[in-house]
């Protein structure tokens, strides 16, 4: 079996009525990776996985909408289930961030910081990373399973990140679309539907599934915006879809 995305959060930047923050459960058939746990992800995370099934958590960068979560998690893990060092991968920012709200890492997170190694594992998923055009230290992750099937997450990202440097030929791409188009992106670092439709393309995904469109955005009109530069149909994240690679 290849890998299964679920969609914890997609709500971009701050939730929305009933679709909590960025978060995304990542499964082969023997290893669970959460990307990112922002504001009420966690809470979906429940709904899918025990979480001492979780092998390791991966955030992106250090704004709060991809990682809040985290403290709710420790709750559950340190105190709850008497769960120590669950693995972590995070910027050394967001590591600071998480060791200010949580009374310290040690000993409910064992931290590896993000960045230094450009590839890693976890269980039987390759990851390699790469940074994005972004506020802070940012990186959009591919995930290989053990039969080569691979998901490509941008994470936040302005129009100057490249998904070439994670390699061609995803078989889904799961790329943020905060703004519809150009007039609504401004020179904000995030991107719009056809930039998302372009990164898509240009990564050979054979699937796109827009994300991180921000509270009252129209999923259909980022959808058609997507897919015309796509050149393919194009899903838009919802909380609780699962898909299968
Ligand atoms: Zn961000």
Avoid: K, N
């Amino acid at each position: 079996m290849g890998l299964t995305l679920t969609v914890l959060g997609c709500s971009g930047s701050y939730p929305a009525p009933d679709v909590p923050c960025s978060g995304y459960l990542v499964r082969s058939d023997t290893t669970a990776v959460v990307l990112d746990m922002g504001h009420g992800a966690f809470a979906e995370l429940q709904r899918h996985i025990d979480v001492a099934d979780v092998d390791a958590v991966v955030l992106t960068h250090a704004h709060p909408d991809h990682w809040v979560d985290l403290t709710g998690m420790r709750i559950l893990t340190h105190y709850g289930r008497g769960l120590d060092h669950v693995p972590v991968w995070g910027t050394d920012e967001t590591r600071r961030m998480v060791a200010t709200v949580s009374s310290g890492i040690e000993p409910a997170f064992r931290w590896h910081v993000l960045g230094p190694e450009r590839t890693f594992a976890i269980g039987d998923l390759e990851l390699r990373i790469e940074r994005t055009d972004h506020y802070v230290e940012t990186y959009a992750v591919r995930v290989t399973g053990p039969d080569g099937t691979s998901l490509l997450y941008s994470s936040d990202t302005g129009p100057g990140w490249s998904p070439a440097e994670l390699g061609h030929d995803v078989d889904l791409a799961l790329v943020e679309s905060s703004y519809l188009d150009a007039d609504e992106l401004g020179d904000v670092l995030h991107l719009c539907a056809d930039m998302a439709g372009a990164a898509a393309r240009a990564a050979g995904a054979r699937r796109l599934v827009l994300t991180h469109l921000v509270p009252g955005a129209d999923p259909e009109a980022h959808a058609r915006a997507a897919a015309a530069a796509y050149g393919g149909p194009v899903d838009v994240a919802s909380p609780g879809a699962v898909y299968a690679l």
